[in-house]
């Protein structure tokens, strides 16, 4: 039967599976920094030759920021449309990577061998144990089970500027049964998860501009504003003694965890102790009343991303700066409008602004939640293949993370998405020394195998 | 009268006392900063040459840190010691410079001219016109009126850790009759002022380390502790609403000013309006119930003189840092002890450290406040000199910056100090765009030869 050579076929292709992902893992696609543009459009274009070498009829789309990669083949039964997205994560602070961080290496560690360098598991690696999968069935059939279309940005860490107008322009193109989404993690290194719930994301920089220059705090501290004492105030007052966010209408459409849902995330093998034992951390920070995996998962948050002003060198300068500088970020579940949210967050931040400073603000992407409709046949389907690879059985979850993509495919091309990816907790994604297990790369690509096979036979 | 030809040979010898104040300002000299440990050096040597040419026995004397400069010259009656400091502060933000900060010239400003530099005004603009009067008295009558030593130091903005074992292995060496320190301003653009009280200062850095690394704000935001968000809440709790500090035993020590000065310096022609509005603020944001000059000449203050976490650069990165850093510093008055207070603000921290989290100290400079005692006949002496070449007369006034020099000479050498010093509140010291006027070079120069000749007559 062809999904056991097609299988067998992934394991002794691994070693150059690796070798491809390492490639495409030298491209400094850092999409948030305008200084990387050349090497998104890299990453774009190795992308587009290695769909055509696998039959797609590929091509880089412009977008007013970096380029779109959309690949089709046809094949039987359902549509499938996969997304990935090619650009990473800025690499700061450098000083704490063990190794630079675009020279990816196959390192071995106590718990087995990784794959080391940004972008390895968000979200090149997990983008490529699709495209393997493709490979090994074109290679052992000639042809794929379903039929792909491949939808790859270079904007996902960047806020997605150019996303919805794409869809939106692109809608009968990009139109399929269903969508995949490869990135993502796992619940437990051995249990294979199919994510639910997406939180949404809203992002916004304020400035807070007191003295028209930099002053010297022996003339002027006292009388003198200091924006940073400004900011301080209006970031601490964002949460209340509970963990709560404190932003009037902030818990709108925040809804309570079904019964059943919360039943089974209790039931799961997961610890809060080991969850944050890993990075160091033993108590829950968030709101006190919530389990930490609703922290994550279903409670909406706010975190300052980035803070900076005045004197930040060495030694000591006794300044009362002009301005100082925050990166706050929310994020968002059930039906939180992240308009009304970044709205609440500039009012928040006015009523604690004296009468003699001034405020300035940049948004970043606004994104709403995603929650996914489990009907479509397709999600068993997918449920059962996953199943049948890995040790546990695999489970519907909720992701602290966001990928609004979900939500634009429900909106713009009405359809549902299935957010199946082989992460892990202790991946580094956004940190120094991200890795993607070996493990994850491999039983990753084997694991789409199954599911383009069981799709073909149960999705049809 | 050899004062009138001195003063005579002082406005002639203008342009050539401009270049070489120009020629020291092009020294970078910059003492909290490793990077520019030769240049201090190169400084201290220019001093050295410059005193021995007016007939100084003048050397350089190593430190562990940046050298101190001594000179002597005998004369008759009084002995002065005369202080002042050829280091300066770091310039960043070096973009907010019209011009590079160590290329100085002169300008022309609606205002009159200026020397802008960075060091233009502190110090080395105005130790300057102290070495300026004495090469006039030189080249008129051959001598010093009055006896001279020369105490210069390169540490004095990075907290002089050097100062006080100097002084206490030099005490016969530097011991005189009083001493003049001019790293000062005045209160008024045509008042002349002698400073009687100083606000002492202590410095802090603190980091606060959460996570062992760097984290993504998707997957661990909630559970997750955010050291930005401690150090913000830690920070914004050390002011009540009313302005004041709120450290345990913060006030102590702190005297209430008496009636007379209170009385006088009502009377100055100072307006917090204009002092405010000079640097685009309004509204005095220390202590509610008291003025702004009180705010800043005779009351503590606390600022955050910089504050840095988490990601600062382009664009947007959604996480939860590992640590995030502070510095802050105090400004103190009356007998408020720094120790107790540096000790105090530990302790703040650590109530506001959850249990989790781990926080690290750098200490900086601790001073207490100064407050001199003007019985002294030269204090009198001196400030018939300042108004004889002033439109207004001289005052004794407060001043919020700190000079631990006049107190370590109080306590080691037993002598009080007379701070003349003729900055302007706009001339920008620790901040891009330093200036000073060239008004006050040359009439600071004329204060000084007028002011040796009245001690030599008036505090023999």
């Not at 390192?107 to 360098?117: A, F, H, Q, W, Y």
């Not at 972008?119 to 000639?142: P, Y």
């Not at 409709?373 to 049948?388: G, K």
């Not at 020394?433 to 694991?447: Q, V």
């Amino acid at each position: 039967m062809s999904l056991d050579s097609v299988l067998a076929h992934i394991d002794a292709d691994q070693d150059k599976a690796q070798d491809r992902l390492l490639d495409l893992l030298r491209i400094q696609s850092i999409s948030t920094d305008s200084a990387y543009k050349q090497d998104c459009d890299k990453a774009a274009n190795w992308l587009v030759e290695d769909l055509q070498s696998l039959g797609f009829e590929a091509s880089k789309r412009p977008t007013p920021g970096h380029p779109m990669v959309i690949g089709h083949q046809d094949g039987n039964g359902i549509h499938v449309t996969f997304y990935g997205h090619y650009d990473v994560q800025p690499v700061d602070p450098l000083e704490l990577w063990d190794n630079p961080p675009f020279e990816p290496a196959i390192e071995d560690t106590p718990n087995g061998k990784v794959i080391r360098g940004r972008g390895s598991s968000d979200d090149k690696g997990q983008l490529m144990t699709f495209l393997e999968a493709c490979r090994a069935w074109k290679a052992v059939t000639g042809t794929l089970p379903v039929k792909v279309s491949i939808f790859f940005e270079g904007e996902e860490e960047s806020g997605s500027p150019s996303l919805v107008p794409f869809l939106k322009e692109n809608v009968e193109e990009l139109k399929s049964d269903i969508t995949l989404i490869c990135d993502t993690g796992m619940v437990t290194p051995k249990t294979p998860s199919i994510v639910t719930m997406l939180r949404g994301l809203v992002g916004q920089q304020v400035t807070i501009t007191g003295p028209s220059k930099d002053l010297h705090s022996g003339m002027f501290g006292g009388p003198a504003r200091n924006p940073i004492r400004v900011l301080n105030k209006a970031l601490a007052a964002l949460h209340d003694e509970n963990g709560a966010v404190t932003l009037p209408g902030f818990y709108e459409g925040v809804p309570e965890l079904p019964q059943q849902v919360a039943e089974q995330w209790r039931n799961l093998d997961w610890s809060a102790d080991s969850f944050l034992g890993d990075v160091g951390l033993s108590i829950p920070a968030g709101e006190k009343d919530r389990s930490a995996i609703e922290q994550i998962w279903s409670r909406p948050t706010c975190d300052v991303n980035g803070i900076w002003g005045g004197y930040t060198g060495e030694g000591s300068k006794t300044v009362i700066p002009s301005q100082a500088h925050a990166k706050v970020s929310f994020r968002l579940v059930g039906t939180q409008d992240p308009h009304k949210i970044r709205a609440a967050f500039q009012d928040h931040i006015r009523t604690h602004l004296p009468a003699d400073c001034s405020v300035d603000f940049i948004d970043y992407g606004a994104a709403p939640a995603s929650n996914m409709e489990i009907t479509h046949p397709a999600f068993e389907a997918a449920r059962t293949a996953l199943s049948d690879e890995w040790e546990n059985d695999g489970v519907y979850v909720g992701c602290g993370g966001s990928i609004p993509i979900a939500g634009h495919f429900q909106k713009i091309l009405g359809t549902e998405s299935m957010l199946i990816g082989f992460g892990q907790d202790d991946d580094q994604i956004h940190s120094p020394n991200e890795k993607y297990d070996l493990r994850s790369f491999h039983k990753g690509i084997r694991s789409w195998a199954r599911i383009l096979d069981s799709l073909s036979r149960n999705a049809g």
